[in-house]
């Protein structure tokens, strides 16, 4: 086991949901915080009860990370030198027909899921990279290898987070003191479906945990320096097949020929 960074831990989407939760857990262990979300008084109320609760100091930044000026501010403070734990939480879910939505909000979802990820990781691992230490946590979803016809945008979003944190993992592979979890969540009892006008029935209730069981086994995860956390998964033979398949899968794509099913269509029609 290896325990959490000490220092600041920074949250996105900390106001409520998977956030506040981490918020909860983090400050319980003694880490003071920066909470950043767009909604001023449920920010504000979280950190006055952590406050009083932990005994922790906690600073707020209310950003709206979709908003360019904004989420450079968030990035200068999250690569300042108190911060030791950054966890990418926030997102959006743009689920719908796309042919229901804007390219507009397609764009915006994308500025949050992934080019706000993107810079704060950027950003914190600058800072990491210096130190020689430092936990970065991006929040997936198991939607990245699920395509849906209702969820193009945020499929597609997740499986960014996904190539892109594993790929960073690699990258950091010879700094150990550098640590970077990918949590790939399955369907929570949070606002994601209701803020979006829909129901939660989407999925039956044996399929969610709650935010706090979320939450509580990722840490979990990071303290067992698990590079990917699924914690619906019971058996973790079951990714370590998806590796071998997708490996396999790379393997035969360099075959240096063309596949033969595609000669053959060239005889036919010739």
């Not at 790379?250 to 063309?258: D, E, N, P």
Request: hydrophobic share 45%; net charge negative.
């Amino acid at each position: 086991m290896t325990s959490l960074p000490t220092g600041r831990a920074a949250i996105t989407g900390a106001s409520s949901g998977i956030g506040a939760v981490y918020a909860e857990r983090l400050a319980n262990r003694g880490h003071d915080l920066l909470l950043i979300a767009r909604r001023a008084d449920r920010l504000e109320t979280l950190a006055a009860a952590l406050r009083k609760a932990h005994r922790v100091n906690v600073e707020t930044l209310l950003a709206d990370l979709e908003d360019p000026a904004a989420l450079a501010v968030v990035e200068s403070r999250v690569g300042q030198p108190d911060i030791s734990i950054l966890v990418n939480n926030a997102g959006a879910g743009g689920l719908g027909p796309t042919a229901n939505v804007t390219a507009d909000q397609i764009e915006r979802t994308i500025r949050l899921n992934v080019v706000a990820l993107s810079r704060l990781s950027h950003a914190a691992l600058a800072k990491f990279r210096a130190d020689g230490r430092g936990l970065l946590v991006n929040i997936g979803s198991v939607i990245a290898h699920a395509p849906s016809p209702s969820g193009a945008v945020y499929s597609g979003s997740k499986a960014y987070v996904l190539n892109f944190t594993r790929s960073l993992q690699a990258e950091y592979k010879a700094q150990p003191g550098v640590r970077i979890q990918l949590v790939m969540p399955g369907p929570i009892r949070t606002e994601f479906f209701s803020s979006q006008g829909l129901s939660d029935s989407v999925f039956p209730d044996s399929s969610y945990l709650t935010a706090d069981q979320l939450v509580d086994a990722a840490i979990a995860g990071a303290e067992a320096d698990e590079l990917v956390t699924v914690p619906s998964m019971a058996d973790p033979a079951t990714w370590d097949r998806l590796e071998e398949t997708r490996l396999a899968f790379l393997s035969a794509v360099h075959a240096g020929a063309v596949a033969p099913r595609y000669l053959e269509q060239e005889a036919v029609t010739a």
